[in-house]
């Protein structure tokens, strides 16, 4: 049972008394499933003055918005000890919060270092340039290939010494590209993309992102695109051309978080075995019960994604405590306020805080953790429930923590336990990069 002090603690600290902390039939039923607590090694309760202030300042804010306390998931967690809590245990509508469900299911299965092969091979003989035969592509389901990537591969069948294909491009099983899963679409695009020639204005944008000096691909193929289920469906002898390796899982979920990438997300839980295995996956490694994180995909479309918030807490960090050992941290996977845009562009966040956002058209959702001085990392996780306006909800979870970090001081500089690694600045580690197209000699 917890303290009976710890009551009378939370009652001092109510700034709003029409909004209490926890009912006390929901007081009770936690004291009485304090178990978790033994049993799952979870961080114990101690309640902090200073973040039960602030958090009520938020619900009752949302209050005024017409979100009732119910309606609002709060979880405030430093070390090893949960700050303050509201709705803490209950699974709610996460949105895109369920990306970090995929994210340490990811990690836990794979590890940072797992990258998908795209095979490109060819049905006939290359002379003086030119392939008298069918250029044929088989992808691992890479999430994350995009103009850059195929302007790169384009640049490596020119030094293989293709510049034209008299034949068809043949898309083999799941090849996905720009986000579009319809393999016989994303084979356009690459076909497309193959031959500066033919790009279009978007593809010039993206190729000016690569380095000065990056060539210009021109692979022209005289054919159509056309899908196969598998490489023997083709009924003819094919021969390995260009070995092509997509970035890193890191930087991947890096990518996908940033943007929250729906597309990515749910080939990256299909790939783990779906929404059901993601779950399973990510409550073991986070150590949290089973029954506090719901998922029906590895996206967040839907709210029937349900996870608690004490739940999104303890997977980021398991997630830090894994990297750490990597000399990595949650800066490496997820977006950082003041270094990365993506969804956190409109955002007036604590600078180096690392987040995740989430929206729905009822859901609002923010989770990660903030460095202070006087309580190095917090971690916290928000989810607001209701039809008020979106930028409204958005600032009101900002405000939040930003009193947070006023409180508990600005740590100057951002611990290296939030600094980014040196990954992102190795030159395979970019888009586009020429190093991950390996030509094979035959």
């Known amino acids: 049972m917890l303290p009976l002090l710890i009551f009378s603690f939370l009652a001092q600290w109510l700034p709003y008394p029409q909004l209490q902390v926890l009912h006390s039939t929901e007081l009770a039923a936690w004291s009485a499933d304090s178990s978790w607590i033994q049993e799952l090694g979870q961080p114990q309760a101690a309640p902090d003055p200073e973040a039960i202030a602030v958090m009520q300042q938020h619900l009752a804010a949302l209050n005024s918005l017409g979100l009732p306390q119910t309606n609002n998931g709060i979880w405030i967690q430093s070390g090893n000890l949960i700050l303050a809590e ?18 340490l299911a990811a990690l836990s299965t794979w590890g940072p270092d797992r990258d998908f092969e795209t095979l490109v091979s060819t049905t006939g003989s ?55 899963t319809e393999p016989a679409i994303a084979g356009e695009l690459l076909k497309q993309s193959l031959n ?29 695109v056309q899908t196969v289920p598998t490489v023997e469906a083709i009924g003819k002898p094919t021969t390995l051309l260009v070995r092509h390796t997509s970035l890193q899982m890191a930087e991947i979920l890096k990518a996908m978080n940033i ?9 990256i839980a299909q790939d783990i075995g779906g929404a059901k295995e993601v779950s ?46 990597l000399d990595m941290n949650v800066a490496d996977i997820f977006p950082v306020m003041g270094r990365d845009r993506g969804t956190l562009s409109r ?31 917090v971690w916290f996780t928000i989810i607001n429930l209701g039809n008020a306006d979106l930028d409204a909800l958005h600032d009101q979870q900002d405000v939040l923590l930003q009193r947070l970090k006023q ?28 190093s991950r197209n390996e030509i094979v000699k035959n």
């Open 347 to 377: 955002r007036q966040l604590p600078l180096g805080a690392a987040v995740k956002t989430g929206t729905l058209n009822a859901v609002s959702s923010l989770a990660g953790v903030v460095p202070t001085r006087d309580r190095d990392l």
């Open 407 to 434: 409180q508990w001081g600005d740590p100057n500089p951002i611990p290296p336990a939030l600094t980014p690694s040196a990954r992102a600045g190795r030159e395979a580690n970019r888009l586009g990069a020429p």
């Open 196 to 224: 500066s020639e033919q790009w279009s204005p978007e593809i010039q944008t993206q190729y000016l992102t690569l380095p000065n000096g990056t060539a210009s691909p021109r692979v022209v193929i005289t054919g159509s």
């Open 280 to 325: 399973l996956r990510a409550a073991k490694a986070a150590n949290v019960p089973v029954d506090e994180i719901r998922l029906i995909n590895g996206s967040g479309l839907g709210e029937e994604n349900q996870i608690s918030p004490r739940a999104v807490c303890a997977m980021l960090v398991k997630i830090q405590r894994y990297l750490e050992p």
């Open 126 to 180: 290359i002379e003086s340039g030119v392939l008298q035969g069918d250029l044929v592509i088989q992808s691992s389901a890479d999430p994350f290939f995009v103009w850059e990537e195929a302007i790169a591969l384009g640049n490596a069948l020119n030094q293989a010494g293709i510049n034209q294909v008299n034949g068809n491009l043949v898309i083999v099983g799941n090849f996905v590209m720009n986000f579009q």
């Open 259 to 267: 943007y929250s990438n729906n597309v990515m997300a749910e080939m």
């Open 86 to 103: 509201n709705q803490g245990t209950t699974p709610l509508p996460a949105a895109s919060l369920t990306k970090i469900a995929t994210t």
